[in-house]
């Protein structure tokens, strides 16, 4: 018992473990923290448009941010840029706690969006540098587990702190992320010094490389129709579960905690499944589903419908996101990981404007409308990665054919 466990560590760099582990319990603050922001804003009488604006902020700098970013980490390293990336996060969160006017937020949810942006395809492009590529599937996968398995417990300590004391979520997730940063730099101080094949590529040479990646442009343009939709779920969903389902605050944290344990329980076992296909099949069959999953939610009345809706929406997630880490990694050349992690966050475009589009329909059509056209223009994702897979297809015959 005692060899396959170590036997099964020892299948990952000890880099790896360190992110993963580092995943767990940043982003079990980040989610302490952030989902409760929307619910903090409109308890200060603030307009579903502005807390739209507000939330939006952070995956807007992350569309800016994240090629930038993920450029960096390939000309100069990994380390520095996770390292700057981890005490700017820091900063910002400890700084919510410190504010008290609304547009100090927006300007502090911008720092946040900038500094994740950079951390995010920094520490996936280091996961696949210290990866063999039989086994990147299975470590994307478990980045996603490590992600909701902070999500999980995340909300709940959220939900009964934003009742009491919310200002201190921000105190306790800074610290963290600071306390993550400090190991970080001790863990992988002497171990990732040779990890990256650094390049001298320019970042305008760069752009013009990943423009002319048509499978590329087609993902990016599938992922921003369907970040629409997922940005919803931390934005608009908890102020229509508000006014369509008693105790709203109390289903809403379970539906975030149920969300990350379906994940942690069937990820593994459906990523086993996800390598027979190619990954903009799944992301075709996940936006299917997260499609459902939102419907669900616009005409949710009950705690049950409401229910469905969410693990719908999460075996959706399942098939997109680590399909999505392994399509960008098998896209890339290996000096241009980061860039391309990095490019991938492009789709942020959604992530910004769909809080923005959610609260102007919610204020205007209602909150069943309002997830209705949500949905419908999901559906526009489908037609992009369907297109993204046949190139993708027709680029693997072509490689083929060359090395015959």
């Known amino acids: 018992m005692q060899k396959r466990i170590r036997s099964y560590f020892d299948q990952f760099h000890q880099t790896v473990w360190v992110l993963l582990i580092g995943t767990v319990l940043s982003r079990g603050a980040a989610f302490m923290t952030m989902p409760f922001l929307a619910i903090y804003l409109s308890r ?5 448009i502005f807390i739209g604006l507000t939330i939006g902020m952070s995956p807007l700098m992350g569309t800016i941010g994240g090629f930038i970013g993920g450029h960096l980490s390939d000309r100069y390293g990994r380390k520095p840029i996770m390292l700057i990336a981890l005490i700017g996060t820091a900063f910002s969160y400890l700084s919510f706690a410190l504010v008290e006017s609304p547009y100090w937020f927006i300007l502090l949810n911008a720092v946040l969006g900038l500094c994740n942006s950079f951390f995010e395809p920094t520490a996936q492009a280091l996961m696949g540098d210290l990866t063999s590529k039989e086994k990147r599937m299975k470590v994307y996968s478990l980045r996603y587990i490590a992600i909701n398995i902070g999500a999980s417990v995340g909300p709940l300590i959220g939900a009964f702190l934003a009742m009491t004391n919310a200002k201190l979520t921000f105190l306790i997730t ?13 863990m992988i101080k002497k171990v990732t010094a040779s990890a990256v ?21 087609f993902f990016i343009l599938g992922g921003i129709l369907i970040a629409i939709g997922y940005s919803q779920v931390e934005s608009n ?20 905690s149920l969300n990350a344990i379906v994940v942690v329980l069937l990820q593994l076992p459906f990523s086993t499944v996800m390598e027979k296909y190619q990954p903009m099949q799944m992301m075709v069959v996940g936006s299917i589903l997260t499609i459902i999953g939102l419907l669900s939610f616009g005409f949710a009345t009950t705690w049950t419908v409401a229910i469905i809706g969410m693990v719908l929406f999460t075996f959706g997630e399942i098939l997109s ?13 290996d000096h241009l990981r980061g860039t391309y992690f990095g490019a991938s966050q492009f789709r942020n475009v959604g992530s910004f404007g ?16 309002a997830f209705v056209i949500i ?3 999901c559906l526009g994702s489908i037609a992009f990665f369907s297109l993204g897979n046949r190139v993708n297809q027709i680029k693997e015959t072509e490689d083929i054919t060359l090395d015959i």
């Open 197 to 217: 094949i650094k390049n001298k590529t320019t970042l305008s040479q760069a752009f013009n490389i990943v423009k002319k990646d048509r499978a590329l442009r």
């Open 237 to 256: 969903l908890p102020q229509h579960l508000t006014d369509s389902v008693e105790n709203s605050v109390m289903l809403y944290s379970i539906l975030l």
């Open 44 to 48: 200060q009488d603030l307009h579903p």
């Open 375 to 377: 949905s419908i223009i």
């Open 321 to 333: 996101f680590p399909s999505s880490s392994l399509l960008i990694d098998q896209l890339a050349e």
């Open 174 to 186: 800074g610290t963290i992320y600071f306390l993550y940063a400090i190991i970080l730099y001790i």
């Open 354 to 369: 769909g809080p923005i589009l959610g609260g102007f329909l919610l204020s205007q059509v209602g909150g069943v409308m």
